[in-house]
């Protein structure tokens, strides 16, 4: 089974700074994806950004950017220019395959302020 | 494009009662359905998956007898919780996917269920 790893609960950072969070997960698997959702205070799951295991670039949206490191399971996400409205939980989650039930398998989350 | 809705977005019931929670893709054809649990600054746990047509596909410890999920068309999906006791309460969010792009999966707003 697949596991996802986010280890730090809670983080804070300064407005306009760029922090990173972390993740890892644990597959045997060769083609899989990776995502960051952000649940602002209204609970609504929001897709960040996502990653297809098969691609080598790292994948970028705007302000997010992740570090995959496929040989090491890492899969960071750093905000660039941090604002107020990116105060959230953030998950990391894993998805197997392209199957038509494919599940997505969901970290703890962390709890991340951003600070004026 | 690709809109899940859920209603309610907020239901109180009382001990002993069933409630039951809507699941719709506005725009799209939902080839399967998911099910989740959170509980407050926890992370999402998936309860089952639904295919149009087909019965549901619950994950380890989900009592299925409790948790009636029915998908009964393509943009239409329902979860009854019955019996309902205050250990229910909870956050129950739904996401759907289609056969084509399997990858992604549209959240909704989620319900909040309190039960007295």
């Known amino acids: 089974a697949q596991t996802v790893t986010q280890s730090q609960p809670e983080m804070s950072v300064q407005e306009a700074e760029t922090v990173t969070l972390s993740c890892t997960y644990d597959t045997s698997e060769n083609n899989y994806y990776l995502f960051w959702y952000k649940q602002p205070p209204s609970r609504q799951m929001i897709l960040v950004i996502r990653q297809e295991a098969y691609k080598q670039q790292n994948a970028t949206e705007n302000r997010f950017s992740v570090n995959f490191q496929k040989a090491a399971k890492s899969f960071s996400l750093k905000i660039s220019d941090s604002q107020l409205g990116d105060t959230a939980m953030y998950f990391c989650?894993?998805?197997?395959?392209?199957?038509?039930?494919?599940?997505?398998?969901f970290g703890k989350g962390i709890t991340l302020s951003v600070r004026p | 494009g690709a809109v899940v809705s859920q209603h309610p977005s907020w239901v109180i019931c009382k001990s002993g009662t069933s409630v039951k929670i809507e699941c719709r893709s506005l725009d799209f054809q939902a080839t399967t359905m998911f099910w989740y649990r959170q509980f407050p600054k926890q992370s999402l746990m998936l309860m089952a998956t639904?295919?149009?047509?087909?019965?549901?596909?619950?994950e380890q410890g989900v009592e299925k007898d409790k948790f009636l999920i029915n998908h009964a068309s393509l943009t239409l999906s329902t979860l009854t919780v019955t019996s309902a006791h205050p250990e229910d309460s909870s956050f129950y969010i739904c996401s759907a996917s289609r056969l084509a792009r399997a990858y992604e999966q549209y959240f909704g707003p989620g319900t909040r269920l309190t039960v007295t």
């Open positions: 989650a894993f998805m197997s395959g392209t199957g038509a039930n494919s599940k997505l398998t």
């Open positions: 639904s295919n149009e047509g087909s019965k549901a596909t619950y």
